[in-house]
């Protein structure tokens, strides 16, 4: 019934659209059959002549504010633009430090970049194998950023074929955290354990002061957390995730430290699984211990009821050590010079003695300047509240650097957690959880990072 | 089997009301009626309550149920922490310019499938159907991949066209156009009206369940989407209501659960009040897609 | 007087109810006048249906069809999202996905949330409207809180229900607690997440599927019900003789959309327990989200989403073909 039109016009029609379709979409998207990019990196800023150039007027940071420090930061900015004049737009860009790496690497095909961003321990590398980010030495120069007065440990964590690629902002330690009244009620001295054995000792006296369904120490787990913590005590048992980019996770002694954690929770149920947040239990009593970053220090202080301790992280049979973690800032490479010296001035001034101290000061991150760390202002905080000084101190007696695996391959953390919450959770054997992540994280490593190096 | 085959019953009166014999079996209704309506009601009250407590009501064992001295500070701190002033109405803007042109696309599409004679309408109708398989997570990356390279990140615009496209609208519009009586849309052809006054004169004056179900169904839609402005959007200023909770999450610290609730009925309130209002003409559209009466 | 018919969803004929109407045909008019008259006819209903279909049609094309082919492209490539380049690697990704380990647990996870919320919607659902039905008192206002949650937005349902139950501090473990319960360890231990993003889940949808069955169940006519009565026939045998065999046009709508929408999920999983622990809660969908946005693995991932949306299309498919043979049309 229906009048066709000539096949001719139809098949036209179909071709014409068939065609756009497909026109469309070629838009957007990678470029296929470069693998390696080593040496075409487009280090335009190596080349830049920074005295030429006039900063921008405005500029965009992604931050998730760490340490609850939005506030703060916002202030910061209000100070920055009184100096200098230049506006600078705080995004929240995730609620955790994964949350804006993936929106960064989603944006990172567009216009939308920001020009200072969050860089974690676990992500500045990925950023830098994409291309995403910008050597710092050079601009930091310029300005006069006097980069030897950083941390050395926390500005070293950025290195990367002789130069650096973040610079650090919000830098913590895991920090072993007691509940002081609970270990005065049990007959503890007040300190943390020595070792962990030590803890398991102690659980003892400490267990009939906790209230019900609460424990001595409790724990949570999960992405950009949970493998961070481990270290200590895979580090304790003389064990470690990888050797460079070897994977050493079927030594004995990994085993080891797979093993001791797995008795904690189900062996001699010392330690509970927090149900989300253990530092929300701590600070409610629930738990006497925990491990926490120290940006969660100010929080507690705030939030508990009872005097909260803070000690160095205790450590195994064979030695220990504390893997350093937190947050630097990064500048992406795809910004104009005008925008990225503006943001170098800008980070320049976050991490300045007077405002890495006052960041310190309102969340328990470690200030990133040796100068501020032996300031006047952090000098009485220090007085005022000792448990501030702990990370500082732990950073310079026992830091250690993060095994390389964790750090460089893309994913290798949530795989490793992974590993952790079967052993925690389901009293998984140490060897099979290990065992069921290492191809995986082969496989992420010669896909992901291999290649591009 | 058809329901008009079978004789009228002798008995043509219903009784108005069950008699005593049938009490037991009212109770037990009653009783399950009760405990389902509480099931179903009581996490929404439950919602409100919580977020009048402060911290310390909150993280309390036993539970504490109702709040000591119910504060609207949790409202405040999550007003002070995110812009929820501007978040209400830039989720109000985009869900009413959304939901309304939604509804005109499917109208205008459906009555093309129907009233409108043209080549490959089949493939047409199929296509747009189609599309309610095709899961949003295959799209997205691709289309912000789009989105971006033209420069609409951070743009209403950009939250908004990409999800424009009506499938279930058409789909609803067009099972409620089958079901309209041709003889009258005839009768207007043969009076000269073209197809403009046909559609406004006498197909949309005829489908107003519909109208108000689609309508509905796209507010609700609009309002609660997620996934896409949060990927499109991270300027606070640009951002809808749902998007907003997730700014007030956060992990490197401790959550506090009175603001986040508090920032929760914010975002689920409005849309509350809309279908408590306009619930029967929502149900009423619904029910018309699976059921033609 | 009332009918119960299936929608028909795709690829079907039209109805013939379309064309009812036509008037019948006469002596046809010259053929010459005619072929002119039709011609400007199509055309002008050609031009009609430009200007109404189009836009919407235009907008499928660009932001549905368009990415769904971009995707099959994606899934072709090894792409680290956020790299400017890529690698081809065929049909790698999808032999990736077969011989991992890990996607027998996600096709068992999507297996039990599908069954367990579609089933579960269907059944209890059911149950509501049958209760709803009887003329009891309060009933409009038990529909309207029973279709409540349907509305919210399924990230704040998540971030609601994530408070309730919180083994310490949260309502569900207190009710537990009244009829001598102890709240299992919701987030951590296994079984119990996937437990509670399908309560969740059902709690959201319950209403919904009532209120459809509810419209299907008016349309029962009583008549059949009360001449069943008279026959002596309980009320249990009436449901399963006559008004179950009724609703099946309705079972099969709610059954084909459910089924959609569950295996779509994401907000909800994506606010209570993101997947974890131990990817317990990880569906095919969650999945995908997972290997792009977390992962990286934008290829992959997208390799991930053709296999869903290829599951989709079989299930609706098998559905269409199989079930609505059952269905009778009154």
């Known amino acids: 019934m229906s009048h066709r039109p000539a096949r001719r016009t139809r098949t036209a029609v179909a071709a014409l659209a068939a065609a756009s379709v497909l026109a469309l979409t070629a838009c957007g998207g990678p470029s296929v059959g470069a693998t390696s990019s080593g040496d075409s990196s487009p280090d335009a800023s190596a080349d830049v002549d920074w005295s030429q150039v006039e900063p921008a007027k405005e500029i965009t940071w992604w931050s998730n504010h760490p340490g609850q420090s939005q506030e703060l930061e916002q202030q910061l900015i209000d100070d920055f633009t009184e100096e200098t004049g230049i506006e600078v737009d705080l995004v929240t860009a995730g609620a955790d430090y994964d949350e804006v790496a993936q929106r960064f690497q989603a944006a990172s095909q567009t216009d939308e970049l ?340 | 089997m058809s329901a008009a085959t079978l004789p009228r019953p002798a008995v043509a009166a219903r009784p108005a009301r069950r008699r005593s014999p049938q009490l037991g ?168 009206a073209g197809h403009w006054r046909r559609l406004w004169k006498f197909v949309v004056p005829m489908s107003t369940p519909t109208l108000a179900a689609v309508a509905l169904v796209s507010v609700v839609t609009e309002w609660n989407d997620y996934l896409w402005p949060f990927l499109v959007v991270d300027h606070a200023d640009k951002m809808t209501l749902p998007v907003g909770l997730t700014l007030l999450q956060n992990t490197d610290g401790m959550s506090n659960w009175g603001v986040l609730l508090a920032a929760t009925v914010v975002v689920t309130l409005p849309i509350l009040l809309v279908f408590l209002i306009l619930q029967r003409r929502l149900v009423a559209g619904l029910t018309a897609g699976a059921v033609t009466g | 007087m009332t009918t119960v018919v299936t929608p028909r969803p795709s690829g079907l004929p039209d109805a013939p109810s379309a064309r009812a109407g036509t008037p019948p045909a006469g002596p046809p008019p010259a053929t ?59 049909l790698g990704n999808y032999v990736e996905w077969f011989t991992a380990p890990t996607t027998g647990r996600v096709v068992g996870t999507t297996l039990v949330f599908t069954v367990a919320t579609v089933g579960g919607a269907m059944v209890l659902g059911l149950g509501l409207a049958l209760l709803l039905n009887r003329r009891l008192r309060g009933r409009g206002v038990a529909r309207t809180v029973a279709f409540a949650p349907y509305v919210l937005s399924g990230f704040a349902v998540g971030i609601l229900w994530l408070f309730m139950f919180d083994p310490r501090y949260g309502l569900v473990q207190e009710l537990l607690g009244w009829v001598g319960l102890e709240s299992p360890a919701w987030y951590t231990a296994r079984p119990w997440p996937l437990v509670m993003v399908i309560v969740v889940y059902l709690w959201k949808n319950l209403g919904y599927v009532a209120l459809i069955y509810l419209a299907g169940l008016q349309a029962v006519p009583q008549d059949l019900r009360d001449a069943a009565a008279l026959d002596g026939a309980s009320s249990a045998r009436t449901l399963r003789s006559i008004v179950l065999p009724l609703l099946t046009p309705t079972t099969f709508f709610l059954l084909v959309t459910m089924m959609l929408s569950s295996l779509q999920s994401f907000d909800i999983i994506k606010a209570m327990t993101q997947g974890g622990p131990l990817g317990s809660t990880t569906t095919l969908m969650y999945s995908i989200y997972e290997e792009s946005f977390v992962g990286g693995r934008a290829g992959y991932a997208s390799a991930v989403a053709t296999v869903l949306f290829l599951v989709l299309l079989a299930v609706t498919a098998v559905q269409m073909r199989y079930v609505q043979r059952k269905v009778h049309y009154a």
């Not at chain 1, 070792?195 to 002061?209: I, M, R, Y």
């Not at chain 1, 002694?253 to 947040?277: N, Q």
């Not at chain 2, 036993?62 to 995110?82: C, F, H, M, R, V």
Request: proline letters at 7%.
């Open chain 1, 114 to 453: 920001p020009d200072l961003v969050i860089a974690s321990d676990v992500w500045w590398f990925r950023y830098h194998l994409n291309d995403q980010i910008m050597p710092v030495d050079d601009v930091m120069e310029f300005l006069d950023a006097d980069a030897e007065d950083f941390q050395p440990a926390l500005y070293a964590d950025y290195e990367y074929d002789d130069q650096h690629w973040a610079v650090p902002y919000a830098r913590s330690t895991p920090l072993f955290y007691y509940n002081k009244d609970l270990w005065e009620a049990a007959g503890l001295p007040d300190r943390g354990p020595q070792t962990w054995d030590e803890l398991v000792e102690w659980d003892a006296k400490v267990k009939p002061e906790v209230p019900k369904g609460g424990s001595t120490f409790g724990l949570s787990t999960g992405p950009s957390w949970g493998a961070w913590w481990f270290e200590n005590m895979i580090w304790g048992h003389d064990g470690a995730y990888s050797d460079g980019f070897d994977l050493t996770l079927d030594t004995p002694e990994a085993i080891a430290g797979g093993e001791f954690v797995r008795d904690l929770f189900h062996g001699s149920g010392v330690a509970t699984l927090s149900a989300d947040d253990a530092m929300a239990d701590f600070s409610s009593g629930l738990i006497a211990s925990t491990v926490g970053s120290t940006g969660s220090l100010k929080g507690a202080l705030d939030a508990a009821s009872f005097e909260v301790g803070t000690a160095y992280l205790p450590d195994g049979p064979k030695g220990g050590g504390t893997p350093t973690g937190g947050t630097g800032l990064a500048i992406p490479s795809s910004r104009t010079p005008e925008q990225q010296l503006a943001a170098a001035m800008f980070l320049e001034f976050l991490t300045n003695t007077e405002n890495t101290a006052t960041f310190s000061q309102a969340t328990g991150y470690m200030p990133v300047r040796t100068s501020a760390v032996e300031s006047d202002a952090m000098k009485k905080t220090y007085e005022q509240t000792p448990q501030f000084r702990t990370a500082v101190d732990q950073l310079a007696d026992k830091a250690r650097v993060q095994d390389d695996v964790r750090v460089f391959v893309p994913g290798a953390d949530a795989l490793l957690n992974e590993a952790l919450e079967q052993i925690v959770i389901e009293d998984a054997d140490p060897k099979t959880a290990f065992k069921a992540i290492a191809p995986r994280i082969e496989t992420a490593y010669t896909e992901n990072v291999e290649p591009y190096l």
């Open chain 3, 32 to 90: 010459r006048t005619r072929s002119r008259l039709g011609a400007r006819r199509r055309r002008k209903a050609l031009l009609w249906a430009l200007l109404l279909a189009g836009p919407n049609v235009l907008l499928i094309v660009v932001f549905v069809y368009r990415p769904l082919l971009q995707s099959l492209y994606l899934s072709t490539l090894q792409w680290n999202l956020g790299s400017p380049s890529a690698r081809f690697v065929g």
């Open chain 2, 25 to 192: 079996g009212s109770l037990a209704g009653y009783a399950t009626m009760l405990f389902a309506t509480v099931v179903l009601g009581l996490p929404l009250v439950w919602l409100l309550l919580a977020s009048l407590k402060t911290p310390e009501e909150l993280y309390q064992v036993p539970l504490q149920w109702l709040p000591g001295s119910p504060s609207l500070d949790n409202y405040a701190q999550a007003a002070g922490a995110i812009p929820l002033g501007r978040l209400l109405a830039n989720s109000i803007g985009l869900t009413v310019v959304g939901a309304g042109l939604k509804v005109a696309l499917g109208l205008a599409c459906a009555y093309a499938l129907v009233f409108l004679d043209f080549p490959f309408k089949k493939l047409v109708f199929g296509l747009v159907i189609a599309t309610l398989m095709i899961p949003p997570q295959i799209t997205i990356i691709p289309n912000y991949t789009l989105v971006a390279s033209i420069g609409w990140l951070n743009t209403y615009q950009g939250i908004l066209v990409p999800g424009l496209a009506s499938a279930f609208g058409t789909f609803l519009f067009r099972q409620h156009f089958l079901t309209l009586p041709a003889s009258v849309l005839e009768a207007a052809e043969l009076d000269g």
